[in-house]
């Protein structure tokens, strides 16, 4: 058995500000004390109350930081990382003309190998934990990113990319073979140390009704791995959609005619989704992962979070950086662009939500509630510190380091979403052990 304490200013979340009030559901503690066991979570509270059981037992102390949980990226794609910021064009020709030839480069492992690398190390340098990951058609580009994922000890969700069509013929593969690779590699890699599964039709434009039937064919084989795909982004791809699936009711209703709306389905985009389409997703209890940064960059449109969280039929709901359509690895960025949206729809979104869906939101978008996500006991202890002083202008901003209330925390928090970003994270943990640690910054002269 082993013991680690960690000392400072914890925020977490024990419920959904969403529908819970503040006093309900933010837990803010100025001074607390984390206490972990085997790098699980055993035991959080206000540093005076537990300092006695603490005797004898190193304690790590951020005396002017933050402690939260990391964050959790429910969409992104791990091959576009060289692609990021591509310019000039929408969603169906920025795939045709920047990421299949990229995505080509995947065939070979060893690139794939060192592109999962600096992929999965600019993640834990932007504090972000746990994502859910698309890869590649081909297997080896799985096994690779994987094989990274699993060397740094890291709770990670992929799977192999599925097309039959409308894509490159060296990116394309045929319902039987992707049937057949993807239960090879679910064997492989579904549980394997912290990694988990999903099956992944890019989208419903690039696979045949054969696909998506043998898809969905595996899903109930294996019924604890995930369904990973896009939906609804784009007013074009909606209308292309529908000509190519005449007898459907709509874009959900193509994967639900093949068996994968389920409640381990997570749908990235969801800009153009119907009312009816919202209900099925609440009824179904599948997720949707909202992202800002991609919807605004390539032209995409508003997500509708009102709606998404509505009372009456609400669905779960993660934040997606969805890098390289997406235009930063940062879940503050990713954060701050998902606040402009609702203020262009008219509405708003608090600190405390935003910062809810990039954790405990997260976790419950991706069925990990009972895992992670916030500093419960028995939870793994994946971890981040956040400098709210981490820029000149932001020590401006924030000139406490320590928010002595709740409603001073909202107002720091909310800066330093707006503000920040991986100059930010001061440091990552992974199961209570130090991953990431930000020393470039304080190098130059960092706050």
Known sequence: MTLKAFRGAFLDFVDDPFYASEADSVRYLPDGLLILEDGNVKTLGAYESLRERCAGLSITAYPDRLIMPGFI?????????????????????????????????????AYAQEIASFFLDELLKHGTTTALVFTTVYPQSVDAFFEEASRRHLRMIAGKVLMDRRAPDFLTDTPETAYTASKQLIEKWHKHDRLLYAITPRFAVTSSDEQLRLAGKLLAEFPDVYMHTHLSENVNEVRLVAELFPESKGYLDVYDRAGLVGDKSVFA????????????????????????????????????????????????????????????????????????????????????????????????????????????P????????????????????????????????????????MMGDDRAIHATYIMGELAYENKVYKQMGGA
């Not at 998902?338 to 708003?348: F, P």
């Open 73 to 109: 990226d429910t969409h992104i794609h791990f091959p576009q990382t060289e692609m990021i910021a591509a310019y000039g064009a929408q969603l169906l020709e920025w795939l045709s003309k920047y990421t299949f030839p990229t995505e080509g480069k995947f065939k070979d492992k």
């Open 269 to 376: 985009h969801g800009v153009q989704l119907t009312d009816a389409e919202f209900q099925r997703l609440s009824e179904a209890h599948s997720a949707i992962a909202f992202c800002p940064t991609s919807n605004l960059f390539l032209g995409s449109g508003l997500f509708n979070l009102k709606k998404a969280k509505s009372v009456e039929a609400p669905v779960k709901v993660g934040l997606g950086t969805d890098v390289g359509g997406g235009t930063s690895f940062s879940m503050l960025q990713t954060a701050s662009e998902a606040y402009k949206v609702t203020q262009l729809r008219g509405e708003n979104l608090s600190a405390f939500q935003a910062l809810f869906l990039a954790t405990l939101g997260g976790a419950r978008a991706l069925s990990l509630e009972n895992t992670l996500g916030n500093f419960e």
């Open 378 to 417: 028995g939870k793994e202890a994946d971890f981040i510190v956040i400098d709210p002083k981490a820029t000149p202008l932001m020590a401006r901003r924030n000139p406490t380091a320590i928010a002595p209330s709740v409603a001073e925390l909202a107002d720091q928090a909310f800066a330093t979403m």
